[in-house]
């Protein structure tokens, strides 16, 4: 699945982990509208990070909404979350130069 995790855009990569980080119990449908893209596309991201180890969902245990999960960052996932941070910040800058 690492090369599934190539194809998505760092920015996004980026932006569900930061989300994720702050509300971890955001739904896949909430988590879409939030980035602007499809459910499809965030299934898609979500379980290439899952399968990779930087995030894991739980499911709610004395939730009757079996649906409902729980998306926590892993140490994998905080690490992988900061090197994104410092490569979107050296693109923004290059784009700012560039300007």
Do not use: W
């Amino acid at each position: 699945m690492a090369r599934a995790l190539k194809k998505i855009d760092p920015d996004v990569h980026f932006r569900v982990l930061h989300f994720l980080e702050e509300e971890p119990e955001l739904t896949q449908r909430e988590l879409a509208q939030k980035l602007g893209i499809s459910l499809g596309g965030v299934n898609y991201c979500l379980k290439a990070l899952i399968e990779i180890g930087y995030i894991k969902a739980d499911n709610f245990g004395k939730n009757t909404n079996k649906t409902a999960y729980l998306y926590l960052l892993t140490p994998q996932g905080f690490s992988e979350k900061a090197n994104l941070a410092a490569g979107f910040l050296k693109r923004k800058m290059a784009e700012y130069q560039a300007l």
